[in-house]
Every structure is written in structure tokens, then in C-alpha cells.
């Protein structure tokens, strides 16, 4: 779920580019480190990335007809770590906006908070924090993927609540609206992609 | 007699290209071996996804035993115990750790009793002349093992109908035979084949029919006469066999369909002496 | 997914077919980020309207696309724009004095049918202005442009490389996903329909994708060390005529829109 | 006479087979066209990499103008402005989007100045025939024409050795053509090329001389001869081209290379109209 183009009022979205380009520069520094030592690792995030924006493009029907989609943001924060899922959050989401016509430009700030830096971050604290607390593998692989969904959901109703106050109940109310209204399509997404977390970790072992 | 399967002006085709056949008529018998022809891009594999019930067609229909496919998810499950495609790529065809566990995906999913599905299992290996490889994980085969494990999954299915793309595409000469004799003990076991390739000798070789794919439509008939058609071979940018091409320079009114024979036909042929060798 | 998957290839196949290729790319950005910015910031009527107006006149009269790819790429953010429209619509809480209807504690009022509809239009007017570049200019162009900004060369790289085989592993996936369909991945026996095992086909195929993406990332760091591949992926800039005439349309209408909001504003 | 390149007692594998080449050797001539043939998995494809400058030998050395190649990276970068390597996949070498700019990788890698990049690109796409596809996407290619494009990227380093693996695997008969005459115009222009290949029969027509891989070692000599030793063809699991293959049969001393030549070969023979033809 990302906000279409020119949904966001101009201040709004200068605000979220605003907090989104700390994460995003300090993500993109280290890719670039990264790749400097070894030029090699340029294809594994690329295929990263790849694979990132065709999972998104699973489209799951929901309810409110929203485009619903696994983020997978939640493997790649396991596998790649928060930072640098920031930076390729970017990246996919600008081949979301111009190949799919999902999400936008001028929103991009906004997206890459909710999705590229939230719900990774969110999701490998959790993750971290079960596996400190001696949790199951299982269990982190699944609160992971999901809270960083979930996270990512939150997030979105949020920015578009301050953009579009409720014109009785203001802020809360218009988040409490937007939440109600994609936790339809949202929670169960979430769930499901918790789940397939699981199922696509215990794969990956076996081969 | 009703065909096995059949597709009667079929229409299909893609967004970018949505004519890629454009009016094709098919019949396949039980029991044929059937040879699908034609330049890359011509629709062989468009073709080959209808037949299966991958594609919809945007006109026309697909009939199985005379009775038109139903294209609901119910009618597909049934549709696919009958008919089975194999992909050219074997990589993207096999999912599963090991080989048994690969094969087995098909008959899990039909919801079989265990003990049956191992059966099966062991069956479809061993037709495919791949027994000895069950307990290997399936990324330590090779390309030639990958394409018959791959086709090992859909014999599993037990089809009446094996649709094979280019099973013998980029295998060496040994990969070859073991493919050819594996497709023999196939139909020995009775299942009729169709096979998409560009290899016109292996068809010419393997076939009773063919069917060329050219112009977004089809031409079908026996195997020898079609690929004879110099006009037809040109138009569907292929090439004569070389048997056949050899047998008409020659000036000879045979047509032979591999090495055996045209030895066969130059050595009763070469005791007359006589240059006019068309006069059989 | 299938659906999905042309739709990807929708908008790229029309961006490299498009006669705006041969443009320079600074010149679609001018034009494209004008209209979005002035959408953004122009009163809402009449600018937002002329600049869906002006978007769509570009997209389909100069830039020769077809309807039915703008169709369908706009689909998608219609849904969106909407769904969030009505939840903008429906206030929630206690009822304002002013309202139209109320149901319980749902109302509709002056207030949020203006702010319901200053969504949507933005939201449409954003949109097609953003696909006025999304439907001319592939996105290698785009990247190659962005050279000029002094962007770390590898993050360029990485992107480019991301765009190449993301056409690469969508082949890779679609094979996949077609062999389970043929193998009733998709479609089991059992309860609930097979319910159980279409997750762990599906499990299975996400990760079979994965793999074979992987392998094939490897291959080609392979292929590319063969060519000579050691730190930087350096390819020819691609050359294109300036064509100042566009750049004259492009600021007039952007400046006749100005002009006739404010001025509708101000009588 | 120095080669232009030459492998010498090589020895070389990976880590899971380290002796896929055990004591090879191996010259390559300039001008001459070279087929390279073997089984999958016979070490056709190693063996490429080493003369390449892509995997260092366990043993042995490789010689280029009789000087031993030197493995270092400035070592290697010289190498390659000598000896460029297609591989089979013509995906795992294109890595970029637009055909151009992929083509343009290795003379922007050499330093060289615009307009020559520009220039060698130009010339490259034409002798692969392939210049109406410069500003093409690359995932908008058919296969064959990837094929092409990922030869012109080599192409392009105007090396004086091209090392193709497998160029005409996978393409329909009008594909293999358009390749063959685009290795022509390279010869042509001076290019020496050695093939990797399964196909037999193509190797014939094509080479002056083959290397057979077989028994983690090279046979070389002149591609009729190899390709006539039946002991040979047993061992390395190839297969006799047919033309060979009938001339055998029919006992004529001779080795036709195509069609044209069996023909010839036959029409005069046949007036003869002896049934000894071994008798030439």
C-alpha cells in the first residue's frame, strides 16, 4: 500500500523526504562501501531488489481492493539488515511508481518512511529482540515479516491522517479511520506473509 | 472417431500480440507421435499452452475427447490429470530439494494416498530412465538429467497426453538418445506424445505426424510429406532434413527418414546404375 | 500474477517504443515534474483539471501512446485514490453542525466532500503527470540521466542492474509458476482447497524463484568478469538533439495553466 | 611458427573435480577456424575459461604469441584486448538494459574515446548482424538475438581469438544461419574463432580443425579425421556426422563435409554404378 502521486500536500511531502533521506544516505554510503570492497555484491542487491519489486507485484485480493502486496521488506531486513533495505526501498519504489504506476515522486519520501525504513526497522528489532529473548527461530522469522508489515500499514494510515484530518474527529480519528479501513486487507496480509516467512525460511534450509 | 485432444480455430495470443495464432486447428489421436514445428516466435509454445489449459484462447475451442474444456478451476484439475506439458527450461520445472520429492509434487497434489504417489514415484523414474537418480538433490544433476526428472513430474500425472517442449534442446548426443529412449518406453506404456522442436531431423525421424506452425496457423499431416514441402519449409523459415533434401537431389522418389534408411535407399538404389533414380 | 506481469511490461514496452525516445531526458523530466509540482501547488480548480487535461493531451496526442496502456496503467491508482476518497468522505466522530447526512456516528459534510475531492483530483491530476514520463522514457535513460547529478556511480549501477534482471527473474517466475500450474500447484485436492498445500507450493515457488534468481545473479557476475567486469560497469551515454521548441510548449502550457487557476481564482 | 594461443599440459577444475583437465595441450592458429568438441561435462566449458584468463590452472601454462600469460589483473586486461570469451547463456553476459550500451562495456573498459566506442559499436552490431537492433531493449530480444548482441559485446574488443560457446545451441534453423554468416564476416575480418559445440555436423562444415575433449584430455587435428575415428567419437560419446556416417556405410574412401558435397559425391559416384565403391 504506498500513497499515489499528489496525494501528499507540498509541505507534507518535503517532511517525509526530509526524514526519509538520513536513513536513505545512510544506507546508500554503506551500499557504496560495500560494493567498493566487492564489486561482486553489486549483483546480489540488485537481485535483491529484483526480487523485492516482483514480489510486491503478487498482488493478493482484498477486501477494499486496495492494492494489497507482501512487502518482503521483511526478509530483506533479515537477510540484508535495515540500512541497506532503505536504500533499495528507493529503488524499488521509483520502479513502482514508473513501471506500475504505484505510489509516486513527490510521495516517494513519505513511501520510503513507511516502507523502506519503518517496517524494516521495526521488523529486525522484533526479530532481534525474540531471538535475544531466546524466542524460536520460527517465531522471529514470523514477527518479523509481519510487524514489519503491520508497521509499514500503521505508518501510511498516519501520513495520509495528517494530510486529510478528519473533518469531525481530526488526526486520531482519520488514522483510526484509515487503519479500520486497509486493516481489512492489511492484518490478514500480514499474517499470511508471517507465515509464509516460516515456510519459506524452513524451504530455504532444506535445499 | 473423436481426437484425444483437439483445438478448433483457436485464436490466442498475448496483449503485446494478441494474434500469435490466429484461427489454428489441431487433431491429435491417441496413440500418435505427434512433431509441433516452427521458427522461434512462431507460437509453437502459444499453442502448447492452450492445448494444456495455461492459456485461454480468445476465440475458439479446445476439445478433449470431444467434450469442450471447461476452463473453471474444477474443470482445469481435470484437465491437467489428462494432459501434462513439460517447459523447455528444466530449472524453473523443478522445486523440490531432491528428485522423489519433485516428481512426487504432482500426485501429492491430486490428494493421492502416500504408498500410491511412491509408486508412481518410482514408475515415472524409471520409464524416464532416471531410477538410480531419486535420492539426489536435484541441483547436482546435470541438464540432461534435469530435463528427464523434469518430465519424470509429469509422467507422474499419468496423462493420457505428454505435451514436450524442445525436450532434446541443448542436450549432447548421448542426452540425446537417452531422451529418444525414454520417449520410446513412454509410448510402449501407451501415452501419446506431442513434441515441439526445431531439430526437423529428430522429427522427421521420431514422428508419424506433424504439425507446422506458420502464418498464425497450422498445417497438419504425415511427418514426411510436410517436411518434403519445400514451399512449406521455406514459409515457416525451417530446413528439409537432410534425407529428405539428399533423396530429392538425387533425383530419387523416396523418402527416407533417418541414417539407416538412406543408406537402405542409396545402396538398392546403386546396384541399377542408372542416373534417372527417380524411376522407383 | 500473469495479468500483473504484462502490466509491468505494459508501461516499459510503451516507454521504449514511444517517439519520445529520442528526446533528451532532461526535457520529459521538465515537463513531467512541471505538471506534477503545478497540480501540487496551483488551486485545485481549475489547476488540477488542466493539468489532467495537458497530461493526457501529451501522453496521447504528442507522445502517441495508446489509450487502453494509459487505461490500464491508471487503473491501479484509481482504486486507490477512491478508497481513500471515500474514507475521506465518511467523517467519523460527533456530527458537525453543517452536515449533508449522518448515519450514527458516520457523517458527510461541506468539509470533507471538499477535502474528499481535493484527493482526488490531486491524486489524478499527480498521476497522469507522472506518466508522461513513465510512458515515454525507459528506465535506463532515466538512470543514464541521473549521472549528470554526480549520484554515486554504483548505486547507479545497482539500480541498472536491478531493472536488467528484474526482466530476467519475472521470465524465471513466470515458468514457475506456470510448471506448478500444470502440476495443480495452484489448484490441489483437499480441504478447504488444499488449502495446506497451496502454501507450501506457494512457499515452495517463492523460494525456488529466489534460488534460481541467485544462480543466475551468479552466472552473470561470471559472464561479466569475462568481459573484463573489475569495479565499474561503464557504458556509452547515448546521444540526443536538444529541442528547444518542446522545452517553449512545455513552459507555455505549464504558464497558461498558472494563468487561467489565478486568474479563476482572483474574479 | 608461435600459435596465437596455446595451452600447455594444462591441468585444471574446480573445487569439487580439481582434474576436469588433466594435462592438456592445445594450439590455436591464427586465421584458423577451430571446433571444439565433447561430451556435457567432458570440460569443453573449462577449458574455455582457462585459455580465457577466467580460471587459473592448477598446472600447466597457457601461452599467447609464445609468451606465458601472465594471471595478474594488468596481466589479465591485456589478455583480454587478445582473447575475449562468449558464453552459452547469452543472459549471463548482458547486464545491460539497452543493446548499445551493453555493447559499449568493454571499449569504455579499455579507456578508449568516445567516438571510437561509438565507432566500434557500430561496426560490431553490423558484422553480427544485428544493427537495426542498437536501441532495442534487451529483454525485448528474441534468444538468437541476444545471442548475437552478447557476441558483438566480444566483438567489439576487437580481440584476435574469439572463444564461442555453443553460439547456434537453442536457435531455429533461420537463427543458426544468421549466426553462421556472422562468424563468416568475422573470419572475414580476421578474427580467429574457436567453437564450442555439440552439433557434429556444423562442426564439419564450420572448422578447419578440432580439439575433441575426452578423458579430462584434447585430441586436435583436422575436423574430417577426428570426426571419422569412430574409436574416438565411442569414447568421447559424440556421434558421427551423417555425411561421414554414409559415406562409411556405402564404403566410399571420401569425407563430404554438407549436403552439397554428399550430393556431389554421390552423383559422381553413382554412374559408375559399381557396388564397391570403395574403389576410387
Known amino acids: 500500500m504506498h500513497i499515489a502521486e499528489g496525494v501528499l500536500p507540498p509541505a507534507q511531502c518535503a517532511i517525509w523526504y526530509a526524514a526519509a533521506a538520513p536513513f536513505v544516505i545512510h544506507g546508500a554510503v554503506k551500499v557504496v562501501k560495500e560494493v567498493r570492497e566487492h564489486p561482486e555484491n553489486k549483483l546480489l542487491l540488485a537481485t535483491a531488489g529484483a526480487c523485492t519489486f516482483l514480489l510486491s507485484s503478487i498482488k493478493l485480493p482484498s477486501v477494499t481492493g486496495s492494492s494489497s502486496h507482501p512487502t518482503g521488506t521483511g526478509v530483506g531486513a533479515i537477510l540484508f539488515k535495515p540500512p541497506v533495505m532503505a536504500f533499495m526501498g528507493v529503488i524499488v519504489l521509483v520502479f513502482q511508481a514508473l513501471l506500475l504506476a504505484h505510489g509516486g515522486i513527490t510521495t516517494l519520501g513519505a513511501n520510503t518512511f513507511s516502507m523502506a525504513i519503518a517496517g524494516p526497522w521495526i521488523g529486525y528489532w522484533v526479530y532481534l529482540l525474540t531471538k535475544r529473548l531466546h524466542g524460536p527461530n520460527a517465531l522471529a522469522i514470523f514477527l518479523c515479516m509481519a510487524i514489519s508489515d503491520l508497521a509499514t500499514y500503521c505508518v501510511t494510515s498516519f501520513q495520509l491522517a495528517f494530510a486529510f484530518p478528519d473533518a469531525s474527529s481530526g488526526v486520531v480519528g482519520a488514522a483510526l479511520k484509515f487503519l479500520g479501513i486497509f486493516a481489512v486487507s492489511q492484518v490478514p496480509l500480514s499474517i499470511m506473509e508471517g507465515f509464509l516467512g516460516i515456510l519459506l525460511f524452513r524451504f530455504l534450509v532444506r535445499v | ?280 | 500474477m500473469n495479468n500483473h506481469s504484462h502490466h509491468i511490461n505494459a508501461l516499459d514496452d510503451a516507454a521504449w517504443d514511444s517517439p519520445w525516445r529520442r528526446r533528451r531526458v532532461g526535457e520529459k523530466v521538465l515537463c513531467s515534474m512541471g505538471l506534477v509540482l503545478t497540480a501540487l501547488l496551483a488551486p485545485v480548480w481549475p489547476g488540477t483539471v488542466l493539468v489532467s487535461v495537458a497530461a493526457v493531451a501529451f501522453i496521447l496526442g504528442s507522445a502517441r501512446i495508446r489509450l487502453h496502456v494509459l487505461a490500464e496503467a491508471m487503473s491501479a491508482p484509481l482504486v486507490f485514490l477512491v478508497l481513500g476518497g471515500v474514507s475521506v468522505l465518511l467523517a467519523v466522530g460527533r456530527t458537525p453542525t453543517d452536515a449533508w447526512w449522518s448515519l450514527g456516528a458516520l457523517s458527510i459534510g461541506p468539509t470533507s466532500s471538499v477535502q474528499a475531492l481535493r484527493l482526488f483530483l490531486h491524486g489524478m491530476s499527480g498521476t497522469l503527470s507522472v506518466m508522461v514520463l513513465a510512458t515515454t522514457t525507459p528506465m535506463v535513460d532515466l538512470l543514464t540521466w541521473l549521472r549528470r547529478f554526480h549520484v554515486p556511480e554504483p548505486l547507479l549501477e545497482i539500480a541498472n542492474l536491478t531493472y536488467r534482471l528484474l526482466f530476467v527473474i519475472l521470465d524465471t517466475m513466470l515458468t514457475v509458476m506456470e510448471a506448478q500450474r500444470c502440476r495443480l500447484g495452484d489448484n490441489p485436492v483437499g480441504p478447504m482447497h488444499g488449502l495446506r498445500r497451496r502454501w507450501d507450493n506457494t512457499a515452495a515457488a517463492i523460494g525456488a524463484i529466489g534460488i534460481l534468481a541467485w544462480e543466475r545473479a551468479g552466472r552473470l557476475n561470471e559472464g561479466m568478469s569475462h568481459r573484463g567486469f573489475e569495479t565499474t560497469l561503464a557504458t556509452l551515454p547515448v546521444r540526443r538533439r536538444a529541442s528547444p521548441r518542446f522545452i517553449v510548449i512545455t513552459l507555455a502550457v505549464i504558464a497558461a495553466i498558472w494563468a487561467l487557476s489565478l486568474g479563476g481564482t482572483a474574479s
Not at chain 2, 192 to 202: E, F
Open chain 2, 1 to 280: 472417431m473423436t481426437a484425444l485432444l483437439q483445438a478448433d480455430h483457436v485464436v490466442a495470443g498475448h496483449p503485446g500480440r494478441p494474434r500469435v495464432l490466429d484461427g489454428v486447428t489441431l487433431h491429435i489421436e491417441r496413440g500418435t507421435r505427434l512433431a509441433l514445428l516452427g521458427a522461434n516466435g512462431s507460437g509453437k509454445t502459444t499453442l502448447m499452452s492452450v492445448l494444456a489449459g495455461s492459456l485461454e484462447p480468445a476465440s475458439g475451442r479446445v476439445l478433449r475427447e470431444g467434450e469442450p474444456l471447461d476452463w473453471s478451476r474444477k474443470g482445469l484439475r481435470e484437465h491437467r490429470r489428462h494432459v501434462q506439458m513439460v517447459l523447455q527450461d528444466p530449472d524453473a520445472q523443478l522445486f523440490s530439494a531432491d528428485v522423489a520429492q519433485d516428481v512426487s509434487f504432482g500426485p501429492m497434489n491430486l490428494g493421492l494416498p502416500v504408498d500410491e504417489v511412491r509408486e508412481r514415484v518410482d514408475q515415472s523414474l524409471r520409464l524416464l530412465g532416471a531410477d538410480h537418480l531419486a535420492e539426489r538433490a536435484t541441483h547436482h544433476l546435470s541438464y540432461g538429467e534435469r530435463k528427464r526428472v523434469a518430465t519424470a513430474g509429469a509422467v507422474a500425472m499419468r496423462p493420457d497426453l505428454l505435451l514436450l517442449d524442445e525436450p532434446t534442446a541443448g542436450l549432447d548426443p548421448a542426452g540425446v538418445r537417452q531422451m529418444r529412449e525414454a520417449l520410446d518406453r513412454l509410448t510402449a506404456a501407451g501415452a501419446t506424445i506431442l513434441m515441439a522442436t526445431h531439430d526437423v531431423a529428430l522429427a522427421l525421424d521420431w514422428a508419424d505426424e506433424a504439425a507446422v506452425v506458420c502464418d498464425a496457423a497450422v498445417r497438419q499431416g504425415p511427418v514426411d510429406e510436410l517436411l518434403a514441402d519445400s514451399g512449406l519449409i521455406a514459409r515457416a523459415h525451417l530446413e528439409k532434413p537432410w534425407t529428405l533434401a539428399l533423396a530429392a537431389a538425387l533425383g530419387l522418389d523416396r523418402r527416407p527418414r533417418n541414417l539407416e534408411q538412406a543408406i537402405a535407399m542409396l545402396t538398392d538404389e546403386r546396384p541399377a546404375g542408372a542416373h534417372d533414380g527417380a524411376a522407383r
